[in-house]
Structure formats: C-alpha cells, structure tokens
C-alpha cells in the first residue's frame, strides 16, 4: 500500500532568482494586464498588513496567517514568499519563529520591491 507524501515546504520548488513568476501571473489572470496590476497591488498591501500581524499573533494565529499569505503568493508567483511563509506556518518553537518570521519579512521586502519596480513599468 502507497502511503501519502507527508506535506512539508519541500513541496515547493526553491526559488533564488526569481521573485515574480510572471508566467505564472498572466496564466492566473488570462494575461489581462489590469487584472495582474490589481492583482500585484493587493498582495503588495496584504503582504505587509499579514506580516505585522503575524509579529503580534500567538503560534496558531501566525500559522493561519502565514498559510493565508502562502496562498496568495502562490496565487501570483511569489514563489520565495510562499516557501518562507510555509516555513512559518510549519515553526513551532519560539527562537524558530522568529527566525522564520526574519526570512518571510526579507522575502517580502524583496517581492514588494519587484511589484514596485513592475507597476512603474506597466
């Protein structure tokens, strides 16, 4: 009998080069170019909002936060953010995090940066 794979962030591909999927982005939004704009936007702004309050939560409250933003990164291709929000949701211990939580905050920076950049292009 198979057993199932357990679930962990190995799941995910590991991403160092690219913040933005942006083929990822246009296939979520059927390439409409205004609906990834808004699309960017949003997660610009959620990402920051889930992030403070992730610094404030208690352990479960931060899992489900990190597991909303996951989704949503995923959502748009932020691959790197996804991962290291799955890193959070799966701490446990205190010291790890906080450490978790110090990546996802560089991750975020970095993917808020690379919107930043794409939405003044566009």
């Not at 409409?32 to 939560?57: G, I, P």
């Not at 989704?71 to 929000?85: C, E, N, P, R, Y």
């Amino acid at each position: 009998m198979a057993q199932a794979a357990p679930k962990t962030t190995e799941a995910l591909p590991l991403v160092t080069d690219v913040v933005i999927d942006r083929e990822h982005l246009a296939r979520m939004t059927f390439g409409d170019l205004s609906l990834e704009r808004e699309l960017l936007e949003l997660f610009d702004r959620q990402a920051t909002v889930l992030l403070e309050r992730m610094r404030t939560a208690d352990g479960g409250g931060v899992a489900a936060l990190a597991h909303t933003l996951k989704g949503s990164a995923l959502g748009i291709g932020a691959l790197g953010v996804a991962q290291t929000a799955a890193a959070v949701e799966q701490a446990h211990e205190p010291v790890a995090m906080r450490a978790a939580l110090e990546r996802l905050a560089v991750a975020i920076e970095a993917a808020r940066t690379h919107i930043g950049t794409l939405l003044r292009k566009g």
